[in-house]
């Protein structure tokens, strides 16, 4: 591990704002309120930042002068535990990478909410990253060497992983997960050249941005969020701007399907000042459109036009050099997010011709996609007041995301079926409602 890298414990204390001096006198309040005496002290908890692990008394002790609850503590896994923000959002620095990545498996194993990141919390970070220079990086000089035909497997499986069918993706993300822990303990212990570690964290920040999906599929939503940023960070380690903006644009999905579409904007705005790929803009434009409509302010209305016009030009200068994570924006993509916009505009005639034009555009390979396209398409029959064929899209949707395993996908079902409620005698929605019971 790079010598420079600070021990989780001390980022953690620096988060709180507390002093050593602080620290330790937290650490024997904790343990007078057992009516204990505690003998740690600065030389002890030096000793930690060395390697030494505390005793579990120990470790209670610390979560507590930090703040958090004793049941934080998982004291066959120090330092891991340890919460190292007080927002949730670990800030960009020249050592952030590991921190960042840390916080997400920290949050992903405690499978609970321990913070709820604010939207301005989230521009913040956005703006940092706008601004601020990447950092070189560093040759990690410390650990065992890791060779060449390591990491090149890595890469080949996760992309493996990651390019299965959308039925077989479902049964993935323990594997995602177990990849992504092994690439954080190779930054955090390994020793590599500057070159290994440019692919280590470039490769940290795409398995982030997929677990993330996968946590966000799941309604996990803290978890999606912090494997973003933890991908962002990485992303910035690495120099990838356009990867970075492309984690920002998911942050900004996630703010724009909760709701938070100020939110949305603010990041969406950042992410455009770097990137430079005509897909990565052309997506970052889309979603702008999406989430600026959705406001539903009439003074927008010429934004929104004006960011489809643009997601429009940048497809049409798409060629075969493209992100990964942004290879399969496309005219279906173009069509059916345009239709989303218009419709929130109020052109919903023009809106559901999109949209069905749109879906029909999809290959198999993108039946998830295809499945969230049929069930705006669903929305967009209700706004013109035809159940009937809104009713075949919302089954056709709800089929496809129970085959393949969607929970966000059958979410957007759900939240339609009080709308069928009027229609109950119209063909196909009985069938629809007791489908949706099921």
């Known amino acids: 591990m790079d010598e420079t890298t600070r021990h989780p414990l001390v980022v953690a204390r620096c988060a709180a704002g507390m002093t050593m001096e602080e620290f330790v006198s937290a650490i024997h309040a904790a343990a007078s309120r057992r009516n204990l005496r505690s003998g740690i002290d600065d030389a002890r908890v030096r000793k930690w930042h060395r390697g030494v692990t505390p005793n579990d008394e120990s470790q209670i002790y610390v979560a507590e002068a930090l703040g958090w609850p004793a049941d934080i503590v998982r004291a066959n896994d120090w330092p891991n535990w340890l919460p190292l923000t007080a927002d949730g959002v670990v800030p960009l620095g020249p050592h952030s990478s590991v921190p960042a990545l840390r916080e997400a498996l920290r949050t ?52 493996y992983l990651t390019g299965l069918a959308t039925e077989q993706r479902q049964h993935a993300p323990a594997l995602l997960d177990a990849h992504l822990s092994t690439v954080t303990e190779l930054l955090e212990r390994g020793r590599y050249t500057p070159a290994l570690g440019l692919r280590l964290h470039t490769l940290a920040a795409s398995l982030s ?60 705005h950042h992410a455009l000042t770097r990137a430079q790929n005509p897909a990565a803009r052309c997506l970052l434009q889309l979603r702008l459109a999406r989430t600026l409509a959705a406001r539903g302010e009439r003074s927008e209305r010429r934004t929104v036009l004006r960011a489809l016009a643009a997601a429009e030009k940048h497809l049409s200068d798409v060629g075969t050099d493209r992100p990964a994570w942004c290879a399969w924006v496309s005219e279906a993509d173009l069509a059916v997010d345009s239709g ?56 056709q949707s709800l089929l496809l995301a129970r085959r393949i395993g969607a929970p966000r996908c059958i979410s957007l079902v759900d939240d339609l079926i009080p709308r069928f409620q009027p229609y109950r005698h119209t063909q196909g929605v009985p069938e629809l409602l007791h489908l949706a019971a099921a």
């Not at 992903?108 to 956005?126: E, N, Q, V």
């Not at 218009?342 to 999109?354: F, K, P, S, Y």
Request: with cysteine.
């Open 340 to 395: 989303q916009a218009l419709l929130d505009l109020g052109d919903t005639g023009r809106a559901h011709r999109l949209i069905t034009d749109g879906e029909g555009l999809l290959p198999t390979a993108r039946d998830k996609t295809k499945g969230v396209f049929a069930a705006y398409r669903a929305a967009s029959y209700l706004d013109l007041k035809e159940p009937e064929p809104a009713a075949a899209a919302a089954t």
């Open 108 to 159: 992903a194993m405690d499978r609970r909410t321990l913070f709820t990141i604010s939207g301005a919390t989230l521009s913040a970070l956005a703006a940092d990253w706008a601004a601020g220079p990447t950092s070189a990086l560093a040759q990690a000089c410390d650990g065992k060497p890791i060779g060449d035909d390591f990491v090149t497997f890595l890469e080949s499986t996760v992309e």
């Open 209 to 268: 941005q997929t677990v993330a999906w996968h946590s966000f599929d799941l309604g996990r939503h803290t978890t999606a969020s912090q494997n973003w940023i933890a991908g962002l960070h990485n992303a910035h380690a690495a120099g990838d701007h356009d990867l970075g903006a492309g984690l920002l644009g998911d942050l900004a999905y996630q703010a724009a399907w909760r709701g938070d579409h100020t939110t949305a904007a603010s990041i969406l």
